[in-house]
């Protein structure tokens, strides 16, 4: 190739990476390499191929069962799956990689769908359950597929599908290595986060919502060598002796609380070195009787070094969390310019709707955040936080707290209806705590509940224009507890039902929408629209006749956005602790000036997974995972003809 050749071809390469977007933190070149499009969790792609225009052209293009057939070829015995489907592929070098319906990682055309190799079941054969994704890294001889599944940490040969023998033991690390006495085993879902070179992994060590224990297994995040999977560090969420968190913690709880897990995705800065890790509640995460105090690490976002562990900052979202406001997504490393300064923030949306903006090298605040009173508790033993942290920009995405005022009034039928409901329970503002079950209240009405607010689809970030799209539900729970007895728990009080609140008739209690959009301007700090997020019961018999516009379906919302659109999909009623009568199938492509729909689509099946999308042979293609109580699991790639 002469030189002049060159040189055009550079300068093509050069102008395509400058069209795409393509930086460290961006898809190169259309691709999807990280499960959330980039280390930073912005679910942006600066594709644009898909437009307001031709949107309406949109078919689909290929779908793939959420298990490969050749898996259960031949079986005698039928293979329970469950249709909610967790997984949302990444696109590298051409080539698409997903978790299966039971944890094996499996390769896949783009254009078509079809399998190029599944990962070998080994000795755990096909017992296993999807988790949220995996991972890629390195380039050439080293390049390699990051997965887990059950108990091990693999690293894949991306070509292939075979383990690299010189990761771990002969491709894999036993993740029950090295766990503490109290543990049963390392569980979690989520997607293996590489952060230069070493994969963080986080945990969910106990179920803190009903845990009967005072004593728990911590939810510990480790590092592991990319290349050879040694351990490289531990970072304790519950704090350890000479650590200055102690001071937060009243006696010696620290020693056999348990939890505190990072369940959910994380996020990194490769420029700084940095990872972003959202801790969530401890045991249990309803009483906090026997763990006096604020309790850091607790959630809390806290930024550690990627090569070390070593804590840079922390910054506490939730004071002693009686509540279950786990921090439910990665935090969001997005560059704003406020009052005309240019900051590298980190953004946490949360279940409690609100959006923590952070400088994400010092964990200060962009904007005041305010230490203002909250409800005591009425629970013996228990010792609420007198303070809350409250963001004083951006507003809240969603409803806080409940009132008469919020209960629903279509018609004064329902609404007598809803006073009735709701005079059975203790009611408040944002942070009012749980209470015991007794004869004259049936517990305490959460607003946000304890799946949100916002929760672990999270929120996308254009880096065009500054603005954070936040999905969110409005989906009131029941915060109750029961006295513990010596048979079922040492705990003094134990979480009751828990349950999800249903309104009269089968209708919300409050007033819609119910699930909703909300588009926050980072550089000011301000909400500039809020939409409804689909139809919701505007069609139910005792509302129908009055032709109400849409009010938003309660369900996980996935969003992505691109260089032209966002899109937002509605959550399947199969996702976990969705409202009765909630959940959708409709994938929807709004205006993000404006959030104006400007197209919809019906699917077989609501979303179970994220959105991704990704440039392919010159075509622009999205994905996402569907499952339904009666439709089989799968997904699902959209493209125009």
């Known amino acids: 190739m002469t030189s002049r050749r060159l040189l055009m071809v550079g300068a093509m390469v050069a102008l395509m990476a400058v069209m795409l977007g393509a930086d460290d933190q961006s898809p190169a070149l259309g691709e999807w390499r990280y499960y959330s499009g980039d280390n930073g969790a912005r679910k942006y792609s600066p594709l644009d191929q898909i437009t307001r225009d031709n949107v309406g052209g949109l078919r689909i293009a290929w779908r793939r069962p959420h298990l490969d057939p050749s898996l259960t070829a031949g079986a005698t015995t039928n293979l329970r799956l469950s249709n909610n489907f967790r997984s949302t592929p990444i696109m590298v070098n051409g080539v698409l990689y997903a978790s299966n319906a039971v944890g094996l990682a499996e390769a896949f055309d783009p254009a078509t769908g079809k399998t190029l190799w599944v990962q070998k079941p080994g000795a755990d054969g096909l017992r296993g359950t999807s988790n949220r994704g995996v991972a890629y890294w390195g380039e050439g001889a080293e390049a390699r597929i990051i997965t887990f599944r059950n108990q091990h940490l693999y690293a894949l040969d991306p070509q292939t599908g075979e383990p690299i023998p010189s990761f771990g033991t002969g491709g894999s690390v036993n993740l029950n290595e090295g766990l503490g006495p109290l ?9 293996p986060l590489i952060a230069r070179d070493v994969i963080v992994m986080g945990s969910a060590m106990v179920n803190q919502d009903s845990a009967t224990k005072v004593e728990g297994d911590p939810g ?38 348990g939890a505190g897990n990072v369940w959910a995705l994380m996020s990194a800065d490769d420029d700084l070195g940095y990872v972003y890790l959202p801790t969530t509640s401890m045991t249990n995460d309803m009483y906090g009787g026997q763990r006096l105090g604020d309790t850091l690490y607790a959630t809390s976002v806290v930024c550690v070094e990627a090569a070390t562990g070593k804590r840079v900052w922390h910054y506490q979202t939730v004071h002693h969390d009686l509540f279950d406001y786990d921090n439910p997504a990665a935090p969001i490393l997005v560059d704003i310019t406020v009052d005309g300064k240019a900051i590298k923030a980190v953004a946490q949306v949360t279940k409690q709707s609100f959006t923590y903006v952070l400088d994400r090298v010092t964990g200060k605040p962009v904007w005041p955040i305010e230490e203002r009173p909250v409800p005591a508790s009425t629970v013996p033993g228990e010792q609420a936080s007198p303070t809350q942290p409250f963001p004083t920009r951006p507003p809240p995405f969603d409803r806080q707290g409940i009132t008469e005022n919020d209960l629903i009034d279509f018609t004064p039928e329902l609404r007598a209806e809803a006073l009735a409901i709701f005079r059975q329970y203790q009611s408040g503002p944002v942070f009012t ?5 007794g004869d004259t209240t049936k517990g305490t009405i959460e ?62 209690l409050v007033k819609p929408p119910y699930g909703r959009i ?54 399947d009623q199969i996702n976990v602790r969705t409202p009765p009568n909630g959940g959708g199938n409709k994938i929807r492509a709004f205006d993000k000036a404006t959030g104006q729909v400007v197209w919809e689509m019906a699917l077989a099946a609501g979303s179970t997974g994220t959105l991704m999308t990704y440039l392919h042979q010159g075509k622009q293609y999205l994905v996402v995972a569907i499952g339904g109580l009666d439709h089989p699991a799968e997904f699902v790639a959209l493209a125009l003809p």
């Open 220 to 257: 510990n995040v480790r590092a592991f060598d990319v290349r050879t999977g040694k351990l490289r560090w531990t970072f304790h969420v519950v704090p350890q002796e000479g650590d200055p968190a102690l001071k937060t913690w009243k006696g010696d709880a620290w020693k056999y609380t």
């Open 433 to 437: 705590p749980p209470s015991v079950v």
């Open 447 to 508: 607003m946000p509940g304890s799946v949100g607010g916002a929760d672990w689809t999270g929120a996308a970030f254009d880096p065009d224009t500054g603005m954070l799209y936040v999905p969110s539900m409005t989906n009131p729970f029941v915060a109750n507890l029961l006295p513990g007895t010596p048979k079922d728990t040492n705990l003094r009080f134990r979480a009751s039902t828990r349950a999800l609140l249903p309104g009269p008739q089968g209708l919300p």
């Open 183 to 191: 543990s049963t085993g390392y569980l979690w879902n989520s997607a």
């Open 518 to 571: 909300t588009a926050l301007n980072l550089n000011h700090g301000s909400q500039a629209w809020m939409t409804a997020n689909g139809d919701g019961p505007r069609h139910h018999p005792a509302i129908r006749h009055l032709n109400l516009p849409p009010l938003g379906q309660s369900v996980r919302a996935a969003p992505l956005v691109t260089k032209t659109l966002l899109f937002v999909t509605e959550g």
